[in-house]
């Protein structure tokens, strides 16, 4: 008697659910906007990224050493998730700086990241904020 009760009890939240939403029409013409905020976040992870990998007015990205103090899921891209790091950037014989830097992350590798874990990373030397994590340095 419980699972036909339980599954009486999801059919009627689902429609509650549907009638609550918009009409399909309205998602749909929703939908642009939509892929136009997707594009934004895209935009704004990989022109910090672009910059610290090819560097920007002729100068080329430095490898710094990097300590994750924090991360969080702020999207998703697909299958990958787009998460923000607070870090610790290490340059050499100067004082540690905090910074933070938006990345894409597969599944596979988010298991393996956590604070307190350090890694490589290219710094644009003409605007420390832009970084881009080396995931690859997760051996």
Do not use: C, H
């Not at 419980?2 to 689902?14: E, I, P």
């Not at 749909?28 to 892929?35: S, T, V, Y």
Request: charged letters at 15%; aromatic letters at 4%.
């Amino acid at each position: 008697m419980g699972v036909f009760k339980s599954m009486r009890d999801l059919t009627q939240q689902a429609r509650e659910i549907e009638r609550s939403m918009p009409p399909a029409g309205d998602r749909m013409a929703a939908a642009p906007a939509r892929m136009a905020r997707a594009n934004q976040m895209m935009a704004a992870q990989t022109q910090p990224a672009n910059a610290a990998v090819a560097g920007t007015a002729g100068a080329s990205a430095v490898r710094r050493t990097v300590t994750i103090t924090g991360m969080r899921q702020i999207g998703m891209l697909n299958f990958d998730l787009l998460v923000e790091f607070d870090l610790t950037v290490l340059p050499d014989g100067l004082p540690p700086y905090p910074a933070a830097t938006q990345q894409r992350v597969s599944q596979i590798q988010i298991g393996r990241l956590q604070p307190g874990l350090t890694l490589e990373a290219s710094v644009d030397p003409s605007n420390p904020a832009a970084i881009w994590l080396n995931l690859e340095s997760l051996r």
